[in-house]
């Protein structure tokens, strides 16, 4: 073969290699994360004399969350709406993108800081804001005002 051909050859596979990979990321912005379904995977948030259980949604920030777990850090109370948590790491962010029908009791990851969300009052989206999953019961435990110890864990 000559060098010409080869040339030709590899700049033909790298553009389909590339018009594909770009239907795929094309392909995870039009999905949104509010609609993705719960998974059977179950975190815990333990802090102060409280126990906050939630279900991830299957999308790849939340699983990508999940692999990090169990984690010990702070949470503290942000605003007059959310407890945050600042992970040792950002997550990734595929399968992100805007959503509606935000709700208290949402578990959120907000990209630009690298924290995780309890909310527990009314809010809006906002870009870089990312739904991991939604609590289980009651948002009782997140009304305790305060910075307190944190232990997030799976729930097997």
């Avoid at 802090?47 to 169990?70: E, G, Q």
């Avoid at 503290?76 to 709700?103: T, W």
């Avoid at 739904?131 to 305790?144: H, Q, S």
Wanted: proline share 6%.
């Amino acid at each position: 073969m000559t060098p010409s051909f080869v040339h030709r050859r590899v700049l033909l596979l790298g553009g389909l290699a590339a018009a594909a990979h770009s239907h795929i990321a094309f392909g995870q912005q039009d999905r949104d994360p509010a609609s993705q379904e719960p998974t059977k995977m179950k975190v815990r948030f333990r802090f102060d004399k409280h126990t906050v259980d939630t279900t991830l949604y299957d999308n790849p920030s939340a699983r990508d969350f999940a692999s990090m777990l169990p984690l010990d850090l702070k949470i503290e109370d942000y605003s007059n709406n959310e407890k945050i948590a600042y992970l040792p790491r950002k997550l990734i962010e595929e399968g992100s993108g805007p959503f509606a029908n935000e709700q208290l009791g949402d578990l959120c990851y907000y990209a630009p800081w690298g924290d995780v969300i309890l909310f527990y009052a009314a809010y809006r989206y906002s870009s870089g804001l990312i739904r991991l999953g939604r609590v289980d019961g009651g948002i009782e435990p997140m009304l305790t005002r305060g910075t307190f110890p944190l232990r997030i864990q799976r729930v097997e």
